[in-house]
């Protein structure tokens, strides 16, 4: 089945990952590194990130959860404090990409994302949100689980992004900066990448597609 749609995480993917800022934080404050990933990752289906992310809760709920859940790890840190920390950088290849991907394909979004913030990117500040805004109106689709009532890795919002696109999951390669959201993906039958780089990322994608980029 030939490749019809490409589908693209935002965060990590299009833009920088949270996961620097995280890290950065954590420094600053003392704490064990990637504690806030695992605080993200434990419960995965059920903790205070997953319920702000499906709009299950409100912003001032989160911060409350997200607080109870880090003490009882050790280290009290507020969900607003975390949420400041989500927007990422606009990666200007990637949207070099996307636009001539744009060309042949079609091209959607599959985003887990809060209420928070400017837009589907959660940007922080007007500038931040421009360049968010620019990079989304290029996509066919932009799915947010926070729009959608469901969230990465539940397989019905990547068959939600099929049917939005009328592809079938084979004929879809996605990409995406976390493991557990890629898995998915692959078990419907989607050709997956996993993003590590900015370059990384856009090589793997020219091989598989045979463009130069």
Same mark, same amino acid.
């Given at each position: 089945m030939g490749i019809e749609a490409i589908l693209w995480d935002f965060g990590g993917v299009i &833009? #920088? #990952? $949270?996961?620097e800022a995280f890290t950065r934080y954590e420094t600053e404050q003392g704490l064990p590194k990637d504690f806030i990933r695992g605080i993200n990752s &434990?419960? $995965? *289906?059920? =903790?205070?990130?997953?319920?702000?992310?499906? #709009?299950?809760? #409100?912003?001032? +709920?989160? *911060?409350?959860?997200?607080? =109870?859940?880090?003490?009882?790890?050790?280290?009290?840190v507020p969900g607003s404090e975390v949420v400041k920390l989500l927007a990422g950088n606009v990666r200007p290849k990637?949207?070099?990409?996307l636009k001539r991907c744009k060309q042949d394909y +079609?091209?959607?979004?599959?985003?887990? =994302?809060?209420?928070?913030g400017k837009g589907a990117g959660m940007s922080r500040s007007p500038e931040?949100?421009?360049e968010v805004e620019a990079a989304m109106a290029l996509f066919d689709h932009v799915l947010q689980s926070s729009k959608e009532g469901m969230r990465k890795p539940q397989p019905e919002f990547y068959l939600l992004a099929c049917e939005r696109m009328?592809?079938?999951?084979?004929?879809?390669?996605?990409?995406?900066?976390?493991?557990? =959201?890629? +898995? $998915?993906?692959?078990?419907?039958?989607?050709?997956?990448i996993k993003v590590l780089s900015e370059d990384q990322a856009i090589a793997d994608l020219s091989e598989l597609l045979g463009i130069t980029f």
């Open positions: &833009t #920088s #990952s $949270p996961f &434990t419960n $995965p *289906d059920t =903790n205070a990130w997953a319920q702000f992310e499906s #709009s299950q809760v #409100s912003l001032e +709920k989160f *911060d409350e959860l997200f607080l =109870n859940e880090s003490t009882a790890a050790g280290h009290p990637m949207v070099e990409v +079609k091209i959607s979004c599959l985003t887990n =994302n809060v209420r928070s931040n949100a421009a009328g592809v079938e999951p084979g004929q879809v390669i996605y990409l995406d900066d976390l493991g557990i =959201n890629l +898995k $998915p993906a692959r078990q419907l039958g989607m050709t997956t």
